[in-house]
């Protein structure tokens, strides 16, 4: 089963997904992107570009197709796609937006951790919280439409936990 997991910033995907993976060692857990990128050696604009997040999400689409079984990924190509539709628009993101659509087939359940209207984590200014906001809204519009078998958790980490672990059991 290849579960991956999808939100915007600062929302708590990776300590989700980490939770998720220390209660089933058995699937393989790929880090996002970014975390990939930056041990490889990789230096990131202070100010977030296309060109960073076109780079995460080639090596996204990539770790997609990987021949495993049971996989849970940090974060989905879907996100990735979001954010260059929001910093360099429609046009910069359509050339990606076929390849997506179709590496998004291979998920089979896509966890979508949204800004919740009592927000968890909170993001300060230098995080860029209005960047984080429009993709949370894109991700909303867009996840209906590329029709993933989804889940949207919310509340605490253990409800959240829960709300997973509960969908995993639903396929088995």
């Known amino acids: 089963m290849k579960i991956a997991f ?3 910033h600062r929302v708590g995907k990776t300590t989700l997904a980490e939770k998720i993976h220390a209660l089933a060692p058995e699937f393989l857990f790929i880090p996002e992107p970014y975390r990939e990128l930056l041990e490889e050696g990789h230096l990131f604009s202070e100010t977030p570009s296309t060109e960073d997040f076109s780079m995460q999400l080639d090596r996204a689409l990539e770790n997609v197709e990987i ?3 049971d ?4 974060r989905s190509p879907l996100d990735l796609l979001a954010y260059i539709h929001i910093i360099g628009g429609a046009e910069a993101s359509r050339k990606y937006y076929l390849q997506v659509k179709e590496t998004m087939d291979e998920i089979d359940l896509l966890v ?4 919740e209207k009592h ?3 909170g993001c300060p200014e230098s995080e860029f919280p209005k960047l984080r ?4 809204e894109l991700l909303e519009e867009w996840i209906d439409a590329f029709d993933l078998d989804t889940i949207t958790v919310s509340g605490t980490l253990a409800e959240r936990e829960k709300q997973v ?3 995993i059991l639903r396929f088995d």
């Open 112 to 115: 979508f951790v949204p800004v």
């Open 6 to 8: 999808t939100g915007a």
């Open 119 to 121: 927000d968890v984590i």
């Open 165 to 167: 672990i509960e969908a």
């Open 71 to 74: 996989v849970l990924f940090d």
């Open 67 to 69: 021949d495993e079984l």
């Open 133 to 136: 906001r429009q993709v949370n």
